[in-house]
């Protein structure tokens, strides 16, 4: 074990919660399903509340290589605030248009990637991991254009178990797209930081 786990069951009827605090993880439960994003602000708010250091993010659903999370935290031991995984590729159109942004905007080439690890302080700095229906993207995309050090790790990708956690192509590509929207209006907000 790299840490303490935290597993947001969000409001799934099947034995995710117990399974899991069965294997030794904290487990924040959802009455009802309330969304990606909503999931991950939960998380981190119990993260915070146990005073770790670090956190890391994984999606559930199997494509994300659990062995190199010592690559991932001993990155953050070495002073990033995030390590970012990138893909071999994008799974959607809307994604490789998001990452072309963030990569000239951020210098971030999957910002989608559910696979990133946070130094705390980042998330203390924002306040929250989302506020806008960012699609996991606001905290890392924060850290970024504030100046703090980030680096990005080449990940493999495994196949997924079950359906995609965005819904089908277009309704997929439509979330994404505002969030992308979304992001380059706050980029560009006055009183934005950086």
Same mark, same amino acid.
């Given at each position: ?11 799934? =009827? %099947?034995?995710? =919660? ?6 030794? =993880? ?7 399903? /309330?969304?990606?994003?909503?999931? @991950? ?7 915070? *509340?146990?005073?770790? *250091?670090? =956190? ?16 991932? +935290? /001993? +990155? ?15 799974? /959607?159109?809307? *994604? ?6 963030? /990569? ?5 080439? %999957?910002? +989608? ?16 991991? %989302? ?7 606001? @905290? ?11 680096? *990005? ?8 178990? $079950?359906?995609?956690?965005? $819904? ?13 929207? +979304? ?7 006055? $009183?934005?930081?950086?």
């Amino acid at each position: 074990m790299y840490g303490i786990p935290v597993v947001v069951n969000d409001g799934s =009827a %099947d034995d995710t =919660a117990a399974t899991a605090a069965a294997a030794g =993880a904290i487990v924040v439960n959802h009455r009802r399903a /309330r969304g990606y994003d909503a999931a @991950l602000n939960s998380g981190f708010r119990r993260a915070a *509340e146990l005073g770790v *250091e670090y =956190a890391l993010t994984m999606d559930a659903d199997g494509q994300h290589d659990p062995t190199r999370i010592p690559q991932f +935290l /001993r +990155l953050l031991a070495d002073g990033y605030w995030l390590v970012s995984g990138v893909r071999p590729k994008p799974a /959607r159109i809307s *994604e490789s248009i998001f990452a072309a942004y963030t /990569r000239l905007a951020y210098g971030i080439h %999957d910002p +989608l990637c559910g696979m990133k690890a946070y130094a705390m302080s980042a998330y203390a700095e924002l306040g929250h991991f %989302d506020s806008y229906g960012s699609m996991g993207t606001e @905290l890392a995309l924060h850290t970024a254009r504030v100046g703090h050090p980030v680096v *990005e790790v080449n990940i493999p990708i495994s196949l997924r178990l $079950g359906a995609p956690r965005l $819904g089908g192509r277009l309704r997929g590509n439509a979330r994404i797209f505002r969030a992308l929207a +979304l992001a380059i209006l706050r980029g560009f907000r006055p $009183g934005a930081a950086g």
